[in-house]
């Protein structure tokens, strides 16, 4: 049975390799400095080979989209490959903070004062203290996780005053029928009002604009990790567990 799930083979390595150049070239299009740039490979739902072979490709900086998917599998690589940073790019319950504030060194969706003020009890209660993303709806679309753009700035100052949080940047996730140009303008102007940085924007079918924009993280899975296998059915959930 398990012979089925066999995923094709994909040359990690050199996909990462097309996408790093890709980067180089965008940078050097728009002026900018590669290293600027930074490089998140996206390793949700990804056969554990393909995210070996990106760390053996010398790759350090990943992004996951669930806490549980990170325990599973990251604690054990850390070991193997020393260096690693971690974003969380993924929604976020504010039941999962201790979790998420012991796997990850980046939370990139903070986007609501309660999961500020879990994370910032967390960071408090196990000393570390970890640079935050705020997640911003730049689409304003009503299903979507994020902080809407006209309730970004006040947010913003409330995390670091109210919850003392180490806010380096924004985060956006636009709708993927849109063009990227025009959301991670607006995150720019938003992060430049605000004295911030960082512009985590941009995945595998729109980073280059991203980075013509301002985007400082493209977070990119499929063209490094090739398509994502499908789920297999999940277990029903144990009576009696809860979530938020
Ligand atoms: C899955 C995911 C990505 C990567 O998407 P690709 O299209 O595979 O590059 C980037 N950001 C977030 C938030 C994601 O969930």
């Not at 996909?15 to 590669?34: Q, S, W």
């Amino acid at each position: 049975m398990a012979t089925a799930e066999q995923a094709q083979p994909v040359d990690v390595a050199a996909n990462l390799a097309a996408v790093r150049a890709r980067i180089a070239e965008a940078c050097r299009e728009a002026g900018r400095d590669p290293a600027e740039v930074t490089l998140i490979a996206v390793a949700k739902a990804q056969p554990l080979a393909r995210i070996e072979a990106a760390l053996a490709a010398g790759q350090r900086v990943f992004g996951e989209n669930y806490v549980q998917e990170a325990a599973a599998r990251w604690p054990e690589l850390r070991e193997r490959f020393p260096g690693v940073e971690l974003h969380l790019i993924g929604a976020l319950q504010t039941n999962k903070a201790r979790d998420a504030v012991r796997l990850f060194d980046v939370i990139q969706t903070v986007d609501r004062p309660k999961l500020a003020a879990a994370l910032a009890r967390e960071m408090d209660r196990q000393g570390r203290r970890l640079p935050v993303f705020v997640e911003v709806n730049t689409g304003g679309e009503p299903q979507k996780a994020g902080v809407l753009p006209e309730r970004a700035d006040a947010f913003i100052e409330a995390c670091r005053r109210d919850y003392g949080l180490e806010v380096v940047g924004l985060m956006a996730i636009p709708p993927l029928e849109e063009d990227v140009a025009l959301h991670a303008a607006l995150l720019d102007r938003i992060a430049r009002r605000n004295g911030l940085s960082a512009l985590s924007i941009g995945m595998s079918h729109d980073f280059e604009v991203a980075i013509r924009f301002g985007a400082t993280h493209v977070r990119v899975g499929t063209a490094i990790f090739g398509p994502r296998p499908p789920k297999r059915p999940q277990p029903p959930p144990a009576s009696g567990s809860t979530s938020s």
